[in-house]
């Protein structure tokens, strides 16, 4: 079975630095995707950035990179220039290539400080 | 457009009540997946639909729990005689298909359940 683990429960960084938070994971298949997802206070799930594990290149989306390390299973988010809106809780989950599915892990709280 | 909606945002229930939550798609979607947070949590896989499909029911944590979906609309989560153990937030996603790609799952703002 596949499993997620986020190591970190809670982090802080100052507005404007860059934070990194960390996600390994654990499974057989070769065929699979990850995915960053940010929950805020409102509740509302919104992804963040993701990855195809058959692509060697990182994912980019503006601020937020990852760190994709296929042999050592991990998969970790780079936030650059940290803004107040970047507060909420970070999800780091693994989809089989065949099944719709989502395994999360358990989360990361970050706060950004002003 | 219209996102993924949710209803009831927030439910109280005594224990051994049964309850339905409701969950409206974004149109034209046709895979549809339940989740369950309990607090300070991550989410857990509760079931999947695509299409006409079998579901993928095998997050469901015991047979108190079923689900169902009318075509590629609306789906009912049931939980009959529920426990203390089900309070939790029940968040439904949908995508424009499951499977072998990798289409973002959009998430409802979820049902806060909670069980005295």
């Known amino acids: 079975a596949q499993t997620v683990t986020q190591s970190q429960p809670e982090m802080s960084v100052q507005e404007a630095e860059t934070v990194t938070l960390s996600c390994t994971y654990d499974?057989?298949?070769?065929?699979?995707?990850l995915f960053w997802y940010k929950q805020p206070p409102s509740r509302q799930m919104i992804l963040v950035i993701r990855?195809?594990?058959?692509?060697?290149q990182n994912a980019t989306e503006n601020r937020f990179s990852v760190n994709f390390q296929k042999a050592a299973k991990s998969f970790s988010l780079k936030i650059s220039d940290s803004q107040l809106g970047d507060t909420a809780m970070y999800f780091c989950?693994?989809?089989?290539?065949?099944?719709?599915?989502?395994?999360f892990g358990q989360g990361t709280t970050l706060q950004v400080k002003p | 457009g219209a996102g993924v909606s949710q209803s009831p945002s927030n439910k109280v229930t005594e224990k051994g009540k049964d309850v339905e939550l409701r969950c409206d798609p974004i149109?034209?979607?046709?895979?549809l997946y339940w989740y369950r947070q309990r607090l300070g949590q991550g989410l857990e896989f509760l079931i999947y639909?695509?299409?006409?499909?079998?579901?993928?029911k095998s997050g469901l944590p015991s047979d108190r729990f079923s689900a169902e979906r009318t075509g590629e609309s609306v789906s009912t989560l049931t939980i009959q005689r529920t426990q203390q153990e089900d309070s939790a937030v029940y968040l439904c996603?949908?995508?424009?298909?499951?499977?072998?790609?990798?289409?973002?799952?959009?998430f409802g703002p979820g049902t806060r359940l909670t069980v005295l």
């Open positions: 989950a693994f989809k089989r290539g065949n099944t719709g599915k989502l395994i």
């Open positions: 499974t057989s298949e070769n065929n699979y995707y």
């Open positions: 149109s034209g979607h046709t895979a």
């Open positions: 639909f695509q299409g006409n499909s079998a579901p993928d």
């Open positions: 996603a949908s995508s424009l298909s499951g499977g072998a790609s990798y289409n973002e799952q959009f």
């Open positions: 990855q195809e594990a058959y692509k060697q």
